[in-house]
């Protein structure tokens, strides 16, 4: 497999332009949703990939998924996405401008790249809930980007053979205690400072969250650990990944662990300067490798023993 790097410069400029030229991003603001899309539509066709657009609306108002499909027309394929709203009139810089950034740098490395599988990365809208207290209950539940696309893949029978979901990818802290878990019982087994990256399924899911984690391991300096639950437990399912599971299709969410490490969650000092590129680049340079790995070797089995937490 070539190796490729991600610049931290490149990642910083992308969300640096969402989180503050189209600023604010949230439902109501369709003109700059409007141009966060056609800027990365724009990054996508620079970077080689066959770019299109799934409209839908909500409430008389037209919104758009922007996809950018890499590799040849196999049957099967990977998704890779992340969500270019933000919550309320917030900057959303790691939540989810990150996420985006990452897409974007992952397009460039894909279209660089000879693939056996069709890859579709997706940058979905109306990720985010209505109004900023809704909790985990964003219109991806219902009505967002990701549904609208998932649900297009059931009705056309499409086969995934994964779902990627990236999801808040820029935070990071060495300070010991910086990361918080949902139950204390985690504490034992997840490291104390918030220096790492989560690979995040179903229980179901466990061999193919192994199989990512232990790849995207090897392909940068960057920890990475994965954890396999109950979507009950709170924020397994709180993002577009969500809307995958609920169509049956294999999904996985990749993340700086949101409320759990970012204290400025869905707060307006969730900007650009906080964010950790260099270990953000890593991120992508290791979802990079998974989807590769996962795009050549099919087999569940084979890497089973050597997979770690």
Known sequence: MTNFTVSPDRLHTHVSM?????????????????????YVRNEFEQARGMVSEQLFEMEGKTYRNVIATFGPATSERIVVGAHYDACDEL??????????????????????????????LVAYTLEEPKFIDAGGDGLFRTVGGSAVHAESLRIQGAAVRLMLSLEMIGYFSDEPG??????????????????????????????????????????????????????????????????????????????????????????????????????????????YAAV???????????DAGNDAK
């Open 18 to 38: 969402l989180a503050e030229t189209f600023f604010p991003r949230n439902y109501a603001h369709t003109e700059n949703l409007d141009r966060t899309a056609e």
């Open 91 to 120: 900057p959303g810089a790691d939540d989810n401008a990150s996420g985006v950034a990452g897409l974007i740098e992952l397009a460039y490395l894909l279209g660089r790249s000879n693939l056996r599988l069709r890859l579709d």
């Open 178 to 287: 910086s990361q918080t878990y949902p139950s204390p019982i985690f504490r034992l087994l997840y490291p104390s400072p918030g220096n790492f990256a989560l690979v995040v399924g179903r229980l179901q899911d466990f061999w193919l969250a192994r199989k990512v984690t232990r790849v995207m391991r090897k392909a940068s300096p960057l920890p990475v650990y994965s954890l396999n639950a109950p979507a009950w437990l709170k924020g397994v399912d709180w993002s577009d990944h969500f809307s995958y599971w609920k169509r049956n299709y294999p999904a996985l969410m990749i993340t700086d662990t949101a409320f759990n490490r970012n204290r400025e969650y869905h707060k307006s000092g969730d900007t650009a300067d906080r964010l950790d590129y260099k270990r953000m680049a890593h991120v992508v340079e290791g979802v």
């Open 292 to 302: 590769r790995h996962i795009a050549e070797n099919n087999s569940k089995g084979a």
